[in-house]
């Protein structure tokens, strides 16, 4: 069930997108031939008026065909359709309706990421808090609050506890949290396998400070390394408008991290071997969806916002590539050749396939063992 959710998900994020083209290419008056949920061959399809509304056989999102997208076409449509064709329409128009898709996109990540902070689900805040720590998602307290018997953290820690330091470094709930995910056993990961190396706890007991060390299992339902213990800690309380200003928070480092970050996959091999395709971030989404409510919605909100900023890459075919040669019609005063546009785009379009094809690589080995 969690792999159907899961699907469902990513597939409804790009739904919406083109949903968000198809909206407003009517409402500024454009023609738009076709609404596709889902890619050829179709299954299904019914015309309403001059638009044909069809479901494909292909899961992978949808499409909106707009009349004219492609300069060259206008020349041979009848006066009538070619007046409402995407390239008859000036600049602004276009530049509105591409950027709709993204702006759909968008504006997911934003309710999501608000509607978390605001209900202050804690496996969400947790999500976020690690998804920025330079935003507070948690109370500061670091107190352990249930210890699991049978667990590598009933032999060392007790209901009380204050955590004050994790591996050498000052403990915070999410730092504590990460430190110990990222340790991993020798081998395979099975479930129940022991981490390799203990975790290193500084903890204040009755007053005194002691040194721990408790080695990490990895739990194969939730896909993560775990000592077997929960902090005391709680969500921090959002308003309306604080919980907003901390969502926007948390999408700008995203989308700063994300540019980065495709920057550093094209200069570093290390970087590269990093980088996922759609099966590697499907899994990652199986994952968050398996692990609860809260996770998944963060995840999606991160994966909105991340389809929207790929989206905004400046290269045809890309939203980004159409509202580049809108604002350059714009600026220059007449059209640009088709092929100019696409000259161009064709350097930024090898990059970004050398990356995904990188990324479906790294996914290939990784599932192979």
Not at 206 to 232: C, N
């Amino acid at each position: 069930m969690s792999w159907i959710l899961t699907l469902l998900g990513i597939v409804v994020l790009i739904v919406l997108h083109e949903l968000g083209h198809f909206a407003v290419a009517k409402a500024v008056g454009m023609r738009v031939e076709r609404f596709s949920l889902f890619f050829p061959p179709t299954l299904f399809k019914v015309r309403r008026g001059e638009t044909e509304y069809a479901i494909g056989a292909i899961p992978a999102g949808g499409y909106v065909k707009i009349t004219g997208m492609n300069p060259e076409e206008i020349k041979d449509l009848e006066p009538e359709v070619a007046r409402r064709a995407y390239y008859s329409q000036p600049p602004w128009k276009r530049i509105v309706v591409i950027l709709a898709g993204p702006g759909v996109n968008i504006l997911i990540a934003f309710l999501l990421f608000w509607a978390v902070l605001f209900t202050g689900n804690l496996n969400g805040v947790i999500a976020l808090g690690n998804l920025d720590t330079a935003v507070p998602t948690l109370t500061a307290a670091t107190s352990v609050g249930a210890v699991e018997r049978g667990h590598p953290a009933a032999a060392v820690l007790k209901p009380g506890d204050r955590i004050i330091a994790v591996d050498g470094r000052r403990a915070t709930v999410t730092s504590t949290m990460r430190a110990i995910g990222e340790h991993r056993c020798a081998g395979t990961l099975s479930a129940g396998c022991q981490a390799a190396a203990p975790v290193q706890l500084t903890v204040r007991r009755a007053g005194r400070t002691l040194s721990l060390s408790a080695y990490p299992r990895y739990d194969a339902q939730l896909h993560k390394m775990l000592l077997g213990f929960d902090f005391g800690a709680s969500a921090k309380a959002f308003g309306v408008f604080a919980a907003a200003g901390a969502a926007l928070q948390e999408m700008w480092h995203t989308t700063t991290q994300t540019l980065t970050g495709f920057g550093r996959a094209l200069s570093s091999s290390k970087a590269r071997g990093e980088v996922r395709s759609i099966v590697g971030i499907t899994e990652v989404a199986h994952e968050t969806v398996s692990a609860g409510a809260g996770y998944a919605l963060v995840f999606l909100g991160f994966l909105s916002l991340i389809l929207a900023v790929i989206n905004l890459f400046p290269f045809l075919p890309l939203d980004g590539g159409h509202v580049l040669w809108s604002l350059g019609e714009k600026l220059r005063g007449r059209r640009i050749s088709i092929m100019a546009m696409y000259r161009y785009s064709s350097v930024g379009i090898v990059l970004l396939l050398f990356l995904v094809i990188n990324g479906l690589s790294n996914d290939i080995s990784r599932l192979t063992g």
